[in-house]
T-cell receptor
């Protein structure tokens, strides 16, 4: 069984500040991990993914995440927040391979203050 | 650019009628498609997984006779909400996984806002 927990349903940062969105996972098999972003009333866009290659993953829009097996974590970071980063972020776990279903975390709303 | 197209983006229907939502993979063959439901300010809830040419696998608690899923081709899956009721009003999102990228990530449609009146 797999699950993912996002710590903090709402995160607020100032523009230019560090963004840190926390995600912990549980998986009985080697996981694939993803971060997706959702803007209001839209679908989801892939930010980055971990599929057992490099543990530090770089994604689009300056985001990156580090897979830490010992901590079962996959936290999302960005050095400097932009106003356009305000959105809903989902951490997602899947079994390896292309048949595993995607299990979503509860989501974290990122607010960026000017 | 968009690789998964979902249609319609918004639909309003009368209680008791049926509504069909289409999900198309535009430039790749989607061997697996997923259908999600999202309530306001909540996460995505997986409703069912469908593989081309076979019956969909529904998650626990999802009525398969109410939410009919068809994945007749490698580029098209449909979700039909039958005998819709106001409690079926929600945001429905499809995603597709297949021969695009590494094959591990899923690409999402833009979502369909269903309102049953």
């Amino acid at each position: 069984a797999q699950s993912v927990t996002q710590l903090g349903s709402h995160v607020s940062v100032s523009e230019g500040a560090l963004v840190l969105l926390r995600c912990n996972y549980s998986s009985s098999v080697p996981p694939y991990l993803f971060w997706y972003v959702q803007y209001p009333n839209q679908g989801l866009q892939l930010l980055l993914k971990y599929t057992s290659a490099a543990t530090l993953v770089k994604g689009i829009n300056g985001f990156e995440a580090e897979f830490k097996k010992s901590e079962t974590s996959f936290h999302l970071t960005k050095p400097s927040a932009h106003m356009s980063d305000a959105a809903e972020y989902f951490c997602v776990v899947s079994g390896s391979g292309n048949t595993g279903k995607l299990i979503f975390g509860q989501g974290t709303t990122l607010q960026v203050k000017p | 650019g968009a690789v998964v197209s979902q249609h319609p983006s918004r639909v309003i229907c009368k209680s008791g009628t049926s509504v069909k939502i289409e999900c198309r993979s535009l430039d790749f063959q989607a061997t697996t498609m997923f259908w999600y439901r999202q309530f306001p300010k909540q996460s995505l809830m997986l409703m069912a997984t469908s593989n081309e040419g076979s019956k969909a696998t529904y998650e626990q608690g999802v009525e398969k006779d109410k939410f009919l899923i068809n994945h007749a081709s490698l580029t098209l899956s449909t979700l039909t909400v039958t005998s819709a009721h106001p409690e079926d009003s929600s945001f429905y999102i499809c995603s597709a996984r297949g021969q695009r990228g590494s094959g591990t990530e899923a690409f999402f449609g833009q979502g369909t806002r269903l309102t049953v009146v």
